[in-house]
C-alpha cells in the first residue's frame, strides 16, 4: 500500500506594517494554493472585502488561486499598497529638499561642490 507523500509549505499574511504571522503546513500532495490558505486559518475573522482584494503568490510571483503547491514553497498574501511607491519618494523629497538628500548632503568644511 502507497501512502501519499506530503507537502510542506509555509503561508505568510501582513495584516498591517511590521506585523507577519506565518503558519507551516503539512498538506498532502496535489494541494492547491486555496487549499493551504484555507488550512492556514490565517484569514479568519477578516471582511470579505478584504479578503477579496488580497493578492496571492508564492516566493514573490503572482498565481492562481487553483496553482498546485510543491514542497517548500511559500505562499504569501499581499494586500493592497495605500500609497503608490513613486508618489510617496516624492512627497519625501519635496519636503526634504535637495540639498539635504542623495550622494553629496554633507560636504567636509572647504570642499568644492559635488566632490
Known sequence: ???????????????????????????SSGCRLVDAIRASSLLQGLPDDVVDALQIGIWGRKQAPDQRLRDGDRI????????????????????????????????????KSGY
Do not use: I, W
Not at 501512502?3 to 498538506?27: I, W
Not at 498574501?77 to 519636503?95: G, I, M, W
Open 76 to 111: 504569501e498574501l499581499y494586500r493592497p499598497l495605500k500609497v503608490d511607491p513613486k508618489v510617496a519618494r516624492r512627497e519625501r523629497f519635496s519636503k526634504q529638499g535637495a540639498r539635504t538628500t542623495g550622494l553629496f548632503s554633507t560636504r567636509r568644511a572647504g570642499a
Open 1 to 27: 500500500m502507497a501512502t501519499e507523500a506530503a507537502v510542506h509549505v509555509t503561508v505568510c499574511f501582513s495584516s498591517a506594517a511590521r506585523n507577519c504571522r506565518e503558519v507551516a503546513l503539512q498538506l
